[in-house]
């Protein structure tokens, strides 16, 4: 079974730059959750997506941040424009939209902003 | 509020040996859940062992096991006969009632010692 896949693995821009991150899922789970972490810290979590509705988004900086679950498969998490603050990795997760809610996560993408 | 507390940024432990990673948590939710995740240097997120807040019994993967103390609000990893390839950043997780908020600590380095 294919894990979840996310590119591109690294991303370096200047600051006020655009970016966006992609990332796949593991076929047949609904839920597929983005996390910002930040170096020396856990993952927070930006959003959560049931098929391609938002579940709850209430950690995501919306004046800069968006993302998208168009055909409740694939997604992108877009910054525009980008701050120093927001150099992290990016980590794509999911799972069955069951009790226990396990999540897999992909490779995630190391973002540099200069 | 610091939802999920991990109060060892270090830890060392001998090759073969057992090691307790420490995690208190704060809820008010009846329900809700507990992940160890597992991070080593490549950046990934490995799922390790859940715990529900009204499971019966300690959760067991393997050689990890979860000390689960609902009135303490802890719930510490134990990593029996460890291995070198145990070496990764280790954090704890909580789910909320709802199922749409994930809380992650801020981790514990574990370092394996031949």
């Known amino acids: 079974e294919a894990g979840v896949a996310q590119s591109p693995r690294y991303k370096i821009i200047e600051k006020r730059q655009s970016v966006a991150f992609w990332c796949n899922p593991i076929?047949?789970?609904?839920?597929l959750y983005w996390y910002q972490q930040i170096l020396g810290q856990g993952p927070k979590l930006l959003i959560q997506f049931q098929n391609n509705g938002v579940v709850d988004d209430s950690q995501l900086p919306k004046d800069r941040f968006s993302a998208e679950r168009l055909k409740g498969v694939d997604s992108t998490l877009k910054i525009q424009p980008a701050k120093l603050e927001d150099s992290a990795v990016y980590l794509c997760?999911?799972?069955?939209?069951?009790?226990?809610?396990?999540?897999?996560f992909g490779p995630g993408t190391r973002l540099t902003v200069l | 509020a610091q939802k999920i507390t991990q109060t060892q940024p270090g830890m060392f432990v001998q090759e073969k040996e057992a090691v307790t990673l420490d995690c208190t948590y704060d809820t008010s939710d009846p329900s809700y859940g507990l992940f160890w995740y597992k991070q080593p240097s490549s950046g990934e997120m490995i799922f390790l062992i859940y715990q529900g807040s009204y499971d019966q019994q300690n959760a067991t993967e393997g050689r990890y096991s979860l000390n689960f103390q609902k009135a303490r609000k802890s719930a510490n990893l134990v990593i029996s006969a460890s291995q070198l390839g145990d070496s990764a950043m280790y954090f704890c997780?909580?789910?909320?009632?709802?199922?749409?908020?994930?809380?992650f600590g801020t981790g514990t380095s574990l370092t394996v010692i031949p």
């Open positions: 076929s047949g789970h609904a839920t």
């Open positions: 997780a909580m789910r909320d009632e709802t199922g749409n908020q994930f809380y």
């Open positions: 997760a999911s799972s069955f939209r069951l009790a226990r809610n396990e999540q897999f």
